[in-house]
């Protein structure tokens, strides 16, 4: 008998993100003609910058034998010209001790922070921020990992918590700028919990996916500028915000050649090959075309490029917290970070459906992130001026009614 992972069975039957696709598909067949404004899920809206899509060009001419050379499997772990550039520029050029071949290209960071579980026993004991990026919790449990530890992130700890437990995890995830509640960590804060793991064997896992967002001199960009990060940290880096990335995939994740976990017997074993077999095996690599896109990134005209795109969608961002700040609500973030968290005072997926409705904007109930995220909704930055501004408009003019 054909036996299925009843893990399935303990996790939420659609993704949060499918969930609000069919309450929006089902208000848009209601009312053929309304003009829905989407800020809800985190996909950008402004193109590819044109020094990646010029780099592309070229590469697809290489693809197709026109170039100096035809290219066909890559390297899984990402090709050296762009693992040197992420090197250089990401990490060495901050001061950062990173060297290429501790970074392993993918097609995202959301792959990798699922995949990256498969690294760990099932009996080990995880803990996740609440409100919390569900796929860090979702792919343990399909693992089997059920008891998973929440750790309660709420404005009266400025949404970062400390490493204090009655019983101590094994592996924690963090992620700063952090998804859904845009707050930062500050260097103070991200050491205590560096110094934790080394001083108890344990293993943070570091989402930095919106680094790149960062303008607050001060927050930091990575986990490795803290003291012993190496020894206990890994992180994973995304294109998708950073550089419009989100169709075309590729990101990162960087795993120190110190980082350990350990055997049955109390033996260190170094993650850093374990994760290279895991690829190699289950992953062919990000597209050559791809890659060349990434590398376009980091010339200097491309860093010009992305930071203007950046720039943009905090603007959005501002004029977001402004407006809704103004109308009398609480906000986070929206200044480190392309999200803005908002304390609505009462049920989330209430006041979403509220917006919809009423409104015709798409945000991100707080509940779907947890339960230490209902009151709350996350309103994205991610979408035209012109798009944003109106829907800034609607929502006021919503709250008056």
């Not at 899509?53 to 034998?65: F, L, P, T, Y």
Request: overall charge negative; aromatic content about 10%.
């Amino acid at each position: 008998m054909l036996h299925v992972n009843e893990n399935y069975s303990k996790i939420k039957p659609t993704y949060l993100f499918a969930e609000i696709a069919h309450r929006v598909a089902a208000h848009q067949e209601r009312n053929p003609d309304a003009k829905i404004i989407r800020l809800g899920i985190g996909d950008v809206t402004e193109p590819l910058c044109p020094a990646v899509v010029e780099a592309m060009h070229k590469a697809v001419d290489d693809e197709a034998g026109k170039g100096d050379k035809f290219y066909g499997y890559g390297p899984e772990q990402g090709y050296a010209f762009l693992r040197e550039k992420i090197a250089a520029v990401d990490f060495q050029a901050r001061g950062i001790d990173i060297r290429a071949d501790e970074i392993l290209v993918s097609d995202g960071a959301k792959c990798d922070c699922g995949n990256i579980q498969e690294l760990f026993a099932n009996d080990v004991k995880v803990a996740v921020g609440d409100p919390v990026y569900p796929v860090y919790v979702d792919t343990n449990v399909m693992a089997g990992r059920h008891d998973i530890m929440l750790m309660p992130c709420t404005a009266a700890n400025g949404f970062v918590p400390s490493p204090l437990f009655k019983q101590e995890p094994d592996l924690v995830y963090l992620c700063y700028p952090n998804n859904p509640t845009g707050a930062v960590a500050t260097k103070a804060q991200l050491q205590k919990w560096v110094d934790w793991a080394n001083a108890n064997k344990k293993l943070i896992l570091f989402d930095a996916a919106y680094e790149a967002f960062i303008r607050t001199p001060g927050i930091p960009h990575s986990i490795y500028e803290c003291e012993g990060a190496r020894k206990c940290a890994i992180e994973f880096r995304s294109y998708s915000k950073t550089a419009g990335f989100t169709g075309v995939r590729c990101g990162y994740t960087v795993v120190p050649s110190e980082v350990v976990a350990y055997d049955s017997e109390g033996n260190e074993v170094q993650l850093k090959p374990m994760w290279t077999r895991r690829q190699t095996t289950k992953f062919n690599g990000a597209s050559y075309i791809t890659q060349r896109g990434a590398e376009a990134i980091y010339s200097e005209e491309g860093q010009r490029q992305i930071k203007a795109t950046i720039d943009f969608y905090l603007e959005n961002a501002r004029l977001v917290r402004e407006a809704l700040s103004s109308a009398g609500f609480t906000c986070t973030g929206g200044v480190d970070s392309p999200y803005v968290w908002v304390d609505v005072k009462g049920d989330s997926w209430e006041f979403f459906d509220k917006l919809l409705k009423e409104a015709n904007v798409v945000t991100t109930p707080g509940a779907g992130f947890g339960k230490a995220g209902e009151g709350y909704i996350r309103i994205s930055a991610f979408n035209s001026r012109a798009n944003v501004l109106e829907a800034i408009d609607r929502i006021k003019r919503c709250l008056k009614a």
